[in-house]
């Protein structure tokens, strides 16, 4: 398989300006590699550093060290180092993520908010709407909502959309933070279908998965950060165990 993701020798510290100047140790030297058609699971407890290091893997936070090597159209390219336009491009085809919340434009129908990305990546605008149809759909968005703003939706409505948007385009790279926390037993069964449909079209996924049951259908192994400021790999056997 294809390693479609490799970090390597990541460390991330935060300075709390306002609080003296006082540095918090958030990692130190992750080493994480994903391959095509694997999910990867980071495990471990509250405040060890699983958003902080998916942050970093999409850029939104710089790491002190290290690299995050990714395939984007046929190169390896270096994330950290690569120029701001760089990375707006290598998002915009290559690495999509999933946050825990939906920020569109004001005033955008639903709709149109799950399109865009893929009209972005040159799908043709009917193309991508009937998509964005398909999979609002499949999340149970009712059609009477496509064309309101999301901003007036539920939370789990919310979500709903934010991961359709991020499932309309093939990305090789997926990165989701808790994707399934405001969602309904019928709708996580629904996101646990889309992951695992990715998987089999070889996209290699990072996630954040708090409910135990989604955890265990779709993470091929658990990536293990501990409480001091390290990084360790739990191979598929001890999956079971860790996840109980």
């Known amino acids: 398989m294809t390693i479609r993701l490799h970090a390597k020798g990541l460390t991330k510290t935060f300075t709390l300006h306002t609080q003296g100047g006082i540095v918090l140790p958030v990692f130190v030297n992750i080493e994480l590699t994903v391959k095509s058609g694997e999910c990867v699971c980071l495990h471990g407890p509250s ?8 942050r970093s893997l999409y850029a939104n936070y710089k790491p002190d060290e290290g690299q995050i090597l990714v395939e984007h159209r046929g190169e390896r390219l270096d994330l950290l180092a690569a120029e701001p336009w760089k990375v707006v491009e290598i ?6 993520y999933v946050s825990q919340f939906l920020r569109v434009i ?7 908010v799950v399109a865009e990305p893929a009209i972005a990546n040159g799908m043709p605008a009917e193309q991508a709407r009937a998509l964005a149809k398909t999979l609002l759909t499949r999340l149970r968005i009712p059609e009477r909502l496509w064309s309101l703003a999301p901003a007036t939706f539920s939370g789990g409505e919310q979500q709903r959309v934010n991961i359709a948007r991020g499932f309309i385009v093939d990305y090789p790279i997926l990165l989701l933070d808790e994707p399934t926390a405001s ?3 019928a709708n996580r069964a629904t996101v646990v279908e889309l992951i695992n449909e990715a998987k089999s079209r070889g996209a290699a996924i990072v996630g954040i998965f ?5 955890r265990e259908a779709v993470a091929d192994r658990l990536f293990e950060i501990g409480s001091q400021a390290t990084a360790m790999a739990v191979p598929p056997a001890a999956m079971a165990k860790a996840c109980a």
């Open 183 to 185: 969602l309904d037993a």
């Open 91 to 96: 998002r915009r085809s290559t690495i999509g």
């Open 106 to 112: 004001p005033r955008v129908g639903a709709l149109d």
């Open 47 to 54: 405040g060890a550093g699983k958003s902080t290091l998916l």
């Open 210 to 214: 708090h409910d135990e049951e989604v």
